[in-house]
T-cell receptor, first 120, second 112 residues
Framework: DVKVTQSSRYLVKRTGEKVFLECVQD?????MFWYRQDPGLGLRLIYF???????EKGDIPEGYSVSREKKERFSLILESASTNQTSMYLC???????????????????FGPGTRLLVL | QKEVEQNSGPLSVPEGAIASLNCTYS??????FFWYRQYSGKSPELIMF????GDKEDGRFTAQLNKASQYVSLLIRDSQPSDSATYLC????????????FGAGTRLAVHP
C-alpha cells in the first residue's frame, strides 16, 4: 500500500512566520505535488517535483517555495505566512510515467492526510 | 487555461438509488481520467480510473468516458449513506509531468 504522510494535521501560525510543511512517501515515487484546497475552488497546484532537487511552479506558487533534497521527502515553505494562506494543504505523489499516455497507474496520485493551516 | 468542470451540487439521492455525477474537460490531449472521493475533512482517495472510451465497472461504481464529447461520468448504483462525500473528477494534463487537473468536486448526499 502506498503511504504518504504529512508532518502535521493541524497547524496555527502567526502572520509573518516562516512555516514548513513536510511530506514523506514510502513508495519510491519520483513525482510529488503540493496543493491547497479551499471551499469552492477545488485543488490548486502550488509546486511539483519530478526528481530530487528538481521543482516546477504550479498554478499558484506566489508566497511559497519548496525543497526536495531526498526522493521520499518534499517540503513546502511559506516564507512569510499571511492570513490568505489559511487553507488545507495536501501533498500527493505518483509514479514517473513516460509523459503523455503512459499506462496503468502511472499518473494516479496518492494523497497524504492533509494539513489544515490557520494563519492568525 | 485547462479546466475540468463539475456541478458543485449538492446532488441529493435516496438510499438505494443511482447517483450520476458528471464532468467535462477542456484538454483535448488528456488520455487518463480519474474519480476521487473525499469525505469532509479528509484527503481525496482514488476510487476509479478509466483510459478507454466506454464503460468501466468496479462493484457499485461505473465510470463512463466519451473523449469525442470530452465528458466523463461516474454512476453509483444502490447508493448508501456512506457514499455521501465530495467526488472529484481529474484528468491528466497532456503537457506532461504526470500532472492532474482537478475539478472542484460534486457534493453527493445520500439520504435514508
Amino acid at each position: 500500500d502506498v503511504k504518504v504522510t504529512q508532518s502535521s494535521r493541524y497547524l496555527v501560525k502567526r502572520t509573518g512566520e516562516k512555516v514548513f510543511l513536510e511530506c514523506v512517501q514510502d513508495m519510491d515515487h519520483e513525482n510529488m505535488f503540493w496543493y491547497r484546497q479551499d471551499p469552492g475552488l477545488g485543488l490548486r497546484l502550488i509546486y511539483f517535483s519530478y526528481d530530487v532537487k528538481m521543482k516546477e511552479k504550479g498554478d499558484i506558487p506566489e508566497g511559497y517555495s519548496v525543497s526536495r533534497e531526498k526522493k521520499e521527502r518534499f517540503s513546502l515553505i511559506l516564507e512569510s505566512a499571511s492570513t490568505n494562506q489559511t487553507s488545507m494543504y495536501l501533498c500527493a505523489s505518483s509514479y514517473p510515467g513516460q509523459g503523455g499516455f503512459s499506462g496503468k497507474y502511472q499518473e494516479t496520485q496518492y494523497f497524504g492526510p492533509g494539513t489544515r493551516l490557520l494563519v492568525l | 487555461q485547462k479546466e475540468v468542470e463539475q456541478n458543485s451540487g449538492p446532488l441529493s439521492v435516496p438510499e438505494g438509488a443511482i447517483a450520476s455525477l458528471n464532468c467535462t474537460y477542456s484538454d483535448r490531449g488528456s488520455q487518463s481520467f480519474f474519480w476521487y472521493r473525499q469525505y469532509s475533512g479528509k484527503s481525496p482517495e482514488l476510487i476509479m480510473f478509466i483510459y478507454s472510451n466506454g464503460d468501466k465497472e468496479d462493484g457499485r461504481f461505473t465510470a463512463q468516458l466519451n473523449k469525442a464529447s470530452q465528458y466523463v461520468s461516474l454512476l453509483i448504483r444502490d447508493s448508501q449513506p456512506s457514499d455521501s462525500a465530495t467526488y472529484l473528477c481529474a484528468v491528466n494534463d497532456s503537457g506532461g509531468y504526470n500532472k492532474l487537473i482537478f475539478g472542484a468536486g460534486t457534493r453527493l448526499a445520500v439520504h435514508p
